[in-house]
């Protein structure tokens, strides 16, 4: 996998951001978060947008972003949204890119800990019920990356990323 971009997937909570990060750090390349991206693009971040403008919009937007993305060679590490590997033509784009995804298995409880403490607004995971519909929902296609990886509560980003790059 030498050359191959990495693309982190996952619900939300799961890591995907950290993980990115150190497995950037460890490789001594750029990460690129999605969300990020899209709020730099679009002037607002994927929350506002989707409240603003509705999930179907934002899914527009995040696909748009991931294709401009996906077409830069300066970043190895990509982190995705929540829902992005969730829709086929953003793992579509992915496959045909020739990157390495790699799902990050979290629990649901640890998911919504992380969701219910986090600043950034997540509209569509307003309360557990909602959430655990959701997580369940997704597990079917986040089966669908290269490489799947349960990440536990004590497993640190650091060791994440060291299980990725030892593959
Ligand atoms: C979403 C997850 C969010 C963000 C948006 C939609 C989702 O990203 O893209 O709120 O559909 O699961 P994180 O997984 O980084 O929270």
Redesign the pocket.
Known sequence: MNNRRIVIVG???SG??TVAGALARQLGCPMTD??SFIAEREGRS??EI?QRSGEPA?RQI?TEALRELLERKDTRVI?L????WAIKVNRALVAERDCLSVWLDAPFELCWERIVSAE?V????PDRATARM?YDDRRSTYQLSDRQLKVEREDSPTIVADTILNW
Request: glycine residues 18%.
């Open positions: 619900f939300m909570g995907k951001t999605l969300d994927p929350a989707i934002f995040e982190a949204g929540g829902g992005t950034t997540r509209p569509l995971a959701l």
